[in-house]
């Protein structure tokens, strides 16, 4: 079956611009994760949402980031006024449950010059 | 703070030989692991897991080994093969997240 799609795959974005990232997960997965990868580091979580509920949102990195899944399914990163430290590949991650195996889509690299 | 980092960056075997790729971890609570593989583009690949109560668990030509007194785990890949060339993880699934560290670039060597 699908797995976790990501789009874009490619993003390049001029500093101080906005960017929304897209996850769709897997049909049925109640939770969904975000997580931020710099070149060379594993992932790093940023927040989860079971079903349309964000449970917990402690990685954000600040308040330029907001991630929202209004109706429980697709899910939305934003970053807002875009900076050269937000240059990083972003994971989205889904599982049925949240001690479940979490299933990774292929990330959306994110270049801001 | 938690911490799950690895001992090597990169590791180069001949193809056929056996892989060890090595992890340790500092938060003496965690109570369960599992190593993913990163291909190129590609996002994490969940390869195998175990948990603490455990000190070994096989797959399919992986074997897990976990060292709780030394805080360690590593992960050994038999036969290694080139498609077997990737970035391993190992993490430990907290609470509501997975906690990475650093990975270990594999090479293999014809």
């Known amino acids: 079956g699908a797995g976790v799609s990501q789009s874009p795959r490619y993003k390049v974005a001029k500093r101080g611009q906005d960017v929304a990232l897209r996850c769709d997960p897997i049909s049925g997965h109640v939770s969904l994760f975000w997580y931020q990868q710099a070149l060379g580091q594993g992932p790093e979580f940023l927040t989860y949402?079971?079903?349309?509920?964000?449970?917990?949102k402690s990685g954000l990195p600040s308040d330029r980031f907001f991630a929202e899944r209004p109706e429980g399914s697709v899910s939305t990163l934003k970053i807002q006024r875009t900076q050269q430290e937000d240059s990083a590949v972003y994971l989205c991650?889904?599982?049925?449950?949240?001690?479940?195996?979490?299933?990774f889509g292929p990330g959306t690299r994110l270049t801001v010059t | 703070g938690e911490s799950v980092g690895l001992h090597l960056p990169t590791l180069s075997v001949q193809e056929g030989d056996n892989s060890i790729i090595n992890c340790a971890y500092s938060n003496s609570a965690s109570d369960y692991f599992i190593w993913y593989k990163q291909e190129s583009g590609k996002g994490p690949q969940f390869i195998i897991d175990i948990r603490s109560n455990m000190d070994k668990r096989q797959g399919q030509r992986v074997t897990v080994l976990l060292n709780k007194t030394v805080k360690h785990l590593s992960l050994q890949i038999a036969a290694t093969q080139p498609g077997d060339s990737a970035v391993y993880f190992c993490?430990?699934?907290?609470?509501?997240?997975?906690?990475f560290g650093k990975g270990t670039r594999l090479h293999i060597l014809p």
């Open positions: 949402f079971q079903n349309e509920a964000q449970l917990d």
């Open positions: 993490a430990e699934n907290g609470r509501d997240k997975i906690i």
């Open positions: 991650a889904s599982s049925f449950h949240i001690a479940y195996e979490q299933y």
